[in-house]
């Protein structure tokens, strides 16, 4: 297995939040694949039942049980493919409910009569704190687990990534202890909500945000991470600016006022007619142009402010496919993620 220092060293569960649409599976797909080298076993675990992972990488819906879902990229070290593995799961309250029975009361067929009942839907819903509890106890229980065998294995993973509700609602996902505390004071459930809080607020968990350039998003990021830092104990981590569009212009062709009869010019020189009326449309879309890239270059600023890590992901406009991911994933790794 092949070491380097990154960023997140030390850090077992990988967060992933953002403003809604801002591309949080995709991100954290992308972190997924690029944590999965040298041999590394990966959990990628989509939260909100929308099965978004088993679309992006082209499969039928996730069953609620952990299986292989994509080959990380090959390291050429010794000239061995040395890949590692990602393994997705969807997780939903009711299958976190089932398995912390069985867990923790061995009462997994109890559990099932429960949800026939439709009781598991009805706690669920009274209480939301409770379905946080047990979503993010998938999430602990899966980055602390294991392997099977003789005590002191190493883990089953090297790293859990949670495709994570988005940043309207990750303070309160998180922040478990909080939300329990007004349900139970003690028992069982109070103590799994301890355990739980605990691999939460500690550095072996970060917490990434992932923004477009765009002014809503980016205040999100930027409302996210202060709510985050409040928490006691609670590990922001990057921020992954998504979508970016590369500037085709230096920034001095940018400033420069265009020149337009010497664009008509030119236009004419090619061979081209009424070139007057495409030169002045020519300009109008140069300074469109300008106007965005500056726009995106001050919110990059405002990210930047908020003293992170900053990575940067390119709009990959044929769409996002399994080569789309991959190619996400060697940004992440080359900038310093993974
Ligand atoms: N770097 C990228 N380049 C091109 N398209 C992208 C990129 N990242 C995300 N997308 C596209 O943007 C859309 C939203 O992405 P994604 O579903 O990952 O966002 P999300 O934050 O998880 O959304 P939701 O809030 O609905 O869960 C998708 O169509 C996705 O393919
Ligand atoms: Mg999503």
Redesign the pocket.
């Known amino acids: 297995m092949t070491t380097r220092d990154t960023d997140w060293d030390g850090v077992r569960l990988h967060v992933v939040t ?10 954290a797909a992308g972190l997924a694949l690029a944590l999965a080298h040298g041999g590394r076993k990966v959990l990628l675990m989509e939260t ?1 039942g ?1 099965q ?1 992972i088993a679309r ?1 990488f082209d499969r039928p819906p996730l069953p609620y049980k952990e299986r292989k879902i994509a080959i990380g990229p090959g390291e050429a070290d010794d000239g061995r493919d040395h890949g590692g593995d990602v393994y997705a799961l969807a997780v939903d309250p009711e299958g976190a409910l089932l398995d912390y029975l069985q867990m923790f009361y061995n009462m997994r067929s109890a559990g099932i009569a429960l949800t026939r009942l439709g009781l598991v839907d009805f706690a669920t819903t009274i209480a939301p704190g409770l379905s946080d509890v047990l979503v993010t106890g998938k999430a602990t229980e899966a980055a602390r687990r294991r392997r099977p065998g003789p005590p002191g294995g190493g883990y089953q993973y090297d790293a859990v990534v949670m ?1 994570a509700p ?1 940043t309207g609602r990750i303070g309160r996902f998180l922040n478990v202890t909080a939300e329990v505390s007004g349900l139970a004071k003690v028992g069982p459930v109070r103590t799994h909500a301890d355990t739980v809080a605990n691999v939460i607020k500690s550095p072996q968990t970060a917490v990434h945000f ?1 923004s477009t350039l765009e002014e809503m998003p980016v205040q999100e990021t930027l409302d996210g991470i202060a709510e985050l830092r409040a928490i006691p104990g609670m590990q922001v981590g990057s921020i992954v600016i ?2 970016a569009r590369p500037a085709v212009l230096s920034p001095e062709e940018l400033k420069a006022a265009p020149d337009v009869p010497a664009m008509a010019a030119a236009l004419a020189d090619a061979g081209l007619r009424d070139t007057g009326e495409l030169a002045a449309a020519l300009a109008d879309e140069l300074a469109e142009h300008a106007r965005h890239v500056e726009l995106q270059d001050r919110e990059r600023a405002e990210l930047e402010a908020a003293g992170q890590p900053v990575y940067e ?5 044929e ?2 496919d399994l080569s ?1 991911l991959h190619r ?1 994933a060697a940004e992440l790794r080359d900038q310093g993620a993974a």
């Open positions: 953002g403003k809604g649409g801002t591309g949080k599976t995709t991100v909100e929308r978004g992006l495709d988005p992932v998504n979508m992901l390119p709009m990959i406009t769409g996002v789309g996400l």
